[in-house]
Antibody, heavy 117, light 107 residues
Framework: EVQLVQSGAEMKKPGESLKISCKGS????????IGWVRQMPGKGLEWMGI????????RYSPSFQGQVTISADKSISTAYLQWSSLKASDTAMFYC??????????WGQGTLVTVSS | SYELTQPPSVSVSPGQAARITCSGD??????AHWYQQKPGQAPVLVIY???ERPSGIPERFSGSTSGTTVTLTISGVQAEDEADYYC??????????FGGGTKLTVL
């Protein structure tokens, strides 16, 4: 059974750094892209970017380029999304999802990030 | 930037057909996919490559395409189908994009 298990909810202050994770199991982690999707409170889905764990090829949405870093450690089948300096506007639910072709087939349960002073 | 346009809301009575559209200039060249999201849950893929249905998705979900518009049709809508639905595709540069989402209300 394919599973993507994300790290738990985070409460941070503006300016702090953060790295959230997404661990894949039940499939060949290195052979499928993994992407990240943002959902701000009460809003729609936004594609942030994707990474191919096999060679760490990474692509970002222009809206998120430079704002976040996507990475992966294939040795532990885990993808990451990180911020160097959080803002209140980063408050959102973040989903990871495994990509087959150009769509997301399996999704993680989501990680809620709250940024507040 | 590339955009996919969906109606904000669609309402339908139980047993009727619900049709949710998604428009985008690149859709004749790029396949579209649909996700269902219920409150407090992660999205679920219900249609991929315009009209393919993943295993486990009921047959009442179908997809079609015509020019710059793709359509998700739910035949014989049930109360459990009430959810937000998002289309997703990619532009010519490989950037993926979601539509704004459509809230399906079952009256």
């Amino acid at each position: 059974e394919v599973q993507l298990v994300q790290s738990g909810a985070e409460m941070k202050k503006p300016g702090e750094s953060l790295k959230i994770s997404c661990k894949g199991s039940g499939y060949s982690f290195t052979n499928y892209w993994i992407g990240w999707v943002r959902q701000m409170p009460g809003k729609g889905l936004e594609w942030m970017g994707i990474i191919y764990p096999g060679d760490s090829d990474t692509r970002y949405s222009p809206s998120f380029q430079g704002q976040v870093t996507i990475s992966a450690d294939k040795s532990i089948s885990t993808a990451y999304l990180q911020w160097s300096s959080l803002k209140a506007s980063d408050t959102a639910m973040f989903y990871c999802a495994s990509a087959y072709s150009n769509y997301f087939h399996y999704w993680g349960q989501g990680t809620l990030v709250t940024v507040s002073s | 930037s590339y955009e996919l346009t969906q109606p904000p809301s669609v309402s339908v009575s139980p047993g009727q057909a619900a049709r949710i559209t998604c428009s985008g200039d690149a859709l004749p060249k790029q396949s579209a996919h649909w996700y269902q999201q219920k409150p407090g849950q992660a999205p679920v893929l219900v249609i991929y490559k315009d009209s393919e249905r993943p295993s486990g998705i009921p047959e009442r979900f179908s997809g079609s395409t015509s020019g710059t518009t793709v359509t998700l049709t739910i035949s014989g809508v049930q109360a459990e189908d009430e959810a937000d639905y998002y289309c997703q595709s990619a532009d010519s540069s490989g950037t993926w994009v979601f539509g704004g989402g459509t809230k399906l209300t079952v009256l």
